[in-house]
């Protein structure tokens, strides 16, 4: 079954109210019990458990000003056949992306979690955006998306879930289809070597005193003005810079350029390729925060 496109999800759990259920988890037994029963005042969401299934309720209530309120109307959320409860403690459940991110590994259209401190939330249908992150490798993991996904957990810019796409070049992969075979990178920190590339030997441009016969330089402008300053010649060339890639949707790439900070581009964002973590939540923020 399809998830359902609009999206329910409480804006914190405690909003959420967990309540043991001794009756059939049905529309009609839900409404009977729970129709002028009483709630805590800050509850908006309840959600029913019985010894084998779970529901979720949307409750309106009374406005007395008292700490428990009467339920006067409830519209069911999901029912059993939709909904999976799941305990994972490394859930954040009021993190949205993080909430998206586990929903998706079940079927179901509603996935109830208990999560960090045991804390309840749920999520329901509901699409996510996408936020493709243009990297490098190696050195693995990608860093920038690394970076991209703890800002994510730290992010409050947006209530919307976002999914990260990573986008990645890979090197060994680049340098495997190299027209020659001696293959020039910019910088040794990748710390590739040749035998990782069958065929080919590998040089690095922060090493180099004198280049190799007929090389092919794996880089970006700055690294082949670097070369051409260096040695008074032009290599063959591949241009591998991440500030050259371009989405039509949500994008975050990084450039050796950009010293600090960030830059907004084309509905996207640069940040420097040693990006500190508070580069890229404030550029993950102001990008997030523009699309809400």
């Known amino acids: 079954m399809p998830k359902a496109s609009h999206m329910i999800r409480p804006g914190h759990c405690r909003e959420v109210s967990v309540k043991t259920a001794v009756f059939p988890l049905e529309e009609k037994d839900i409404k009977e019990h729970l129709l002028g029963s009483r709630c805590y005042t800050g509850t908006q969401f309840i959600v029913l458990c019985n010894s084998k299934d779970t529901a979720v309720v949307e409750v309106e209530k009374t406005s007395t000003g008292k700490i428990f309120e009467e339920i006067i109307s409830l519209r069911v959320v999901s029912l059993p056949e939709q909904t999976v409860f799941v ?3 490394g859930v954040d459940v009021i993190n949205p992306s993080a909430m998206l991110h586990k929903a998706g590994e079940y079927q179901e259209d509603a996935v109830v979690v ?13 699409e996510s955006v996408r936020l493709h992150v243009f990297d490098i490798v190696p050195p693995m993991p990608a860093k920038l998306v690394s970076m991209v996904e703890r800002a994510l957990e730290m992010q409050e810019a947006t209530d919307t879930p976002v999914e990260v796409v990573p986008e990645i070049t ?8 190299a027209p020659t ?11 590739i070597r040749s035998s990782a590339i069958p065929g080919k030997d590998v040089f690095f441009l922060d090493k180099l005193r004198t280049p190799p016969e007929n090389p ?12 051409r300053e260096m040695f008074d010649c032009t290599p063959e060339f591949v241009q591998i810079c991440p500030r050259e890639k371009r ?6 790439t990084k450039c050796c350029e950009l010293k600090e900070g ?11 390729w ?10 993950v923020d102001t990008l997030l925060g523009g699309s809400s």
């Open 170 to 177: 890979n090197l060994l992969v680049i340098a495997r289809d």
């Open 114 to 126: 208990k999560g960090t401190f045991g804390h309840v939330s749920f999520i329901r249908g509901g």
């Open 216 to 227: 092919t330089l794996i880089g970006c402008n700055t690294s082949l003005q670097i070369f």
């Open 87 to 89: 305990e994972d403690s």
């Open 181 to 191: 075979e001696n293959v020039i990178f910019p910088c040794s920190a990748s710390e």
């Open 247 to 252: 989405s039509e949707e949500l994008f975050i």
């Open 262 to 272: 960030f830059e907004m581009v084309d509905g996207g964002v640069v940040v420097p």
């Open 274 to 283: 040693g990006a500190e973590l508070r580069d890229v939540l404030a550029a």
